[in-house]
């Protein structure tokens, strides 16, 4: 009998290929969604604006929020710093997913940006950058100089909390991190899941949600080897694939 697979939707990102305007998204998405066991589709940033959006999203089983080299848009938290980094297109699309996810059940994994998507969604706001803040020590940002394989490579500890989503991973982690964005207020609703020793927010829920979890980290690079990365994907296709059954 034929298995079929859930349908997970994987937000695309504005970027300028070979001098034209194009959409994409990093290899490593895909790869892990597939290898997990999920459909992976990509959607354009033009999808936020269709005329078709819902019933587009009826045959998502799943969303997936990833991590970007553009930031969130000050505006969406009320802020008013300069921001060089944008992609507004990208921001509508995934608030519009969030939005669904939330009213529908839909399991969504947010990374990265995602995480800083997520949370501002649900009314949070952001750290533009957090150097600029004291009391941050961890190497939560990478040295861009570096080969990438060393930018991705673990840097610091998690500590995962004991009465989260995640606790039935273990109590600490150590994960990479790539980021200059970071929350500040926790959303409304939101649940913090992790957090470094430094106390920056790593990983943050949804509660009473089906599954919605957010990361700081990119659990994505080694989604094979690394056991967190593991957990969440593994966790996030099987609630995907109920969403499938019923």
């Not at 190497?139 to 080969?147: F, I, K």
């Not at 913090?192 to 990983?203: K, M, N, P, T, Y």
């Amino acid at each position: 009998m034929h298995t079929f697979r859930p349908v997970i939707a994987i937000v695309s990102c504005y970027k300028m290929v070979d001098g034209q305007p194009s959409q994409s998204v990093y290899q490593k998405y895909i790869d892990a969604v597939n290898f997990y066991g999920g459909n992976p589709i990509l959607l354009p940033n033009t999808a936020a604006d269709s005329a078709n959006f819902d019933a587009l999203l009826k045959v998502v089983d799943g969303i997936l929020l990833t991590g970007s080299y553009s930031n969130v848009a000050p505006t969406r938290y009320g802020a008013t710093h300069l921001e060089e980094k944008q992609d507004l297109g990208r921001d509508d699309l995934s608030f519009k997913l969030l939005a669904h996810a939330d009213k529908t059940g839909t399991p969504l994994l947010a990374v990265c940006r995602g995480l800083q998507e997520m949370n501002v969604h649900f009314e949070g706001t952001l750290h533009p950058d957090w150097r600029e803040v004291e009391g941050f020590y961890e190497p939560h940002l990478e040295d861009s100089t570096a080969p990438l394989e060393v930018q991705y490579q673990p840097v610091h500890d998690v500590l995962i909390q004991p009465e989260g989503r995640l606790a039935e991973f273990g109590k600490e982690w150590h994960v990479n991190s790539l980021h200059k964005q970071a929350i500040n207020k926790v959303g409304e609703r939101l649940s913090v899941e992790a957090v470094a020793r430094d106390g920056l927010v790593e990983a943050i829920s949804l509660v009473q949600h089906p599954f919605m979890i957010g990361v700081q980290w990119h659990p994505e690079l080694n989604y094979a080897q690394d056991n967190l990365s593991k957990f969440l994907f593994t966790e996030f296709i099987q609630h995907a694939s109920k969403k499938l059954s019923k």
